[in-house]
């Protein structure tokens, strides 16, 4: 597979070998169409084909070429809101069955990790710290909470002293370590899954941008030089959807991350700014996050803008942020730079839906995507092959349009995001 048409990335120049998938030419037919191939997409083509569906996949890029390929890689359980809060807009046992389901979703990446013998650096650890010391009680009060209402023993409070040895740094103040969470390659797990899709009997296209589609009866998904026949189709785009689905694109908001890559680092070094090997994500509203490569680079995400356009220079826009915690790298080389397209939604909590019939969309993780949207894919195969009640129970939680819709979601949320922005900085 040729992987020139991606921006320039680490994990680019460390992806598995793997092959092109031809453009979409001609009339085909499948019982099941999906549209993007990141892990949604993936996800749901692997376990429809393994339910004994046909299924085409049509992807406008290459696999994983979206935030797929170009994320954090973390792996952890929960939702950006809270359960308690989610007991007050879905009831408890909604509320309950959404965080069994966190659980799942990352023991179904590790799940199909092992099963598909996909290499993708995995490594074991995520921790959760306080970016200032007023941060700390909601940290202690959220493992405390797991604990006693949840049953939850796999996450413990690390008090200050502790995340500072672990991660060398008065920076950071107590935290909380989920010990089941863990941390891959992005891009190597999107890829195997799409060996593991095709070895299921998966026809991917690649470089076959959708144009437009029709559902309901004579269901048929276009494109500039092929049209499928099928009988459901998945809407599996995400920040990528752009004007494709109009009744489901004001739900979601495309907002752009950044990461660095450094030159390898030494062993002693690597040791002294995160002595477990852990990945990291801070409280700020806007996060840091990092952790280290399988060959000793730091990758550090920080950093956000809301236009349709990347900084000129991303290594420069994103090592202040590094540098703010760890000074000491100040001379340490910057190998890579690169950005993602991601979708928020309003309550930062993923949009599944079933717009009609034989028209599904899972979209909107906001940051937790690795997992979540692998279980998406897998619940959408469930909903189609007759097994709709998790996937209607995520459908539960309500979405709200962004104010304006998609003509005026963007002014609205820079004056948000830019008030969050300076509380991270003065309180």
Known sequence: MSLNRFQPSYYVDSANASPEYPALTGEHQADICIIGAGYTGLSAALHLAEKGYSVT??????????????????????????????????????????????????????????????????????????AKPGHVAEMRDSVAYKHKVLGYDKIRFVPDDEVQAML????????????????????????????????????????????????????????????????????????????????????????????????????????????????????RFVINYFKLSGDNRLLWGGGENYSSRFPSDIPNFVRPYMLNFYPQLKDVKIDYGWGGTLAITLNRMP????????????????????????????????????????????????????????????????AGMLYFSLRDRFF
């Open 168 to 283: 060398g740094t008065e920076r950071y103040f107590g935290g909380e370590y989920w010990e089941d969470a863990v941390h891959l390659h992005p891009l190597n797990y999107a890829l195997g899954l799409a060996s593991a899709a095709v070895k299921a009997g998966v026809t991917i296209h690649e470089h076959s941008k959708v144009t437009g589609y029709t559902s309901g009866n004579n269901a048929e998904v276009r494109t500039a030089s092929g049209v499928v026949k099928t009988q459901y189709i998945l809407l599996a785009c995400n920040g990528y959807l752009g004007k494709l689905e109009p009744r489901v694109a004001g739900k979601i908001m495309p907002i752009n991350n950044f990461i660095i890559a450094t030159e390898p680092l030494s062993d002693e070094l690597c040791r002294t700014i995160n002595r477990d090997d852990v990945a990291v994500a801070d409280s």
């Open 351 to 414: 949009h599944f839906d079933r717009i009609n019939d034989n028209l599904f969309v899972a979209q909107g993780y906001s940051g937790h995507g690795v997992a979540l949207a692998t279980l998406g894919g897998k619940l959408m195969a469930e909903a189609i092959s007759g097994s709709a009640e998790k996937f209607d129970t995520f459908r539960r939680v309500p979405t709200a349009t962004f104010p304006g819709g998609t003509l005026l979601r963007w002014p609205g949320l820079v």
């Open 57 to 130: 996949l049509l992807e406008s890029e290459t696999i994983g070429w979206g935030a797929s390929g170009r994320n954090g890689g973390q792996v952890c359980p929960g939702h950006n809101m809270g359960h308690a809060e989610l007991i007050k807009k879905v009831g408890r046992e909604a509320a309950d069955s959404l965080w069994d389901m966190s659980l799942d979703s990352v023991q179904l990446v590790k799940d199909l990790i092992a099963e598909h013998q996909i290499s993708c650096d995995l490594k074991q650890g995520v921790m959760h710290v306080s």
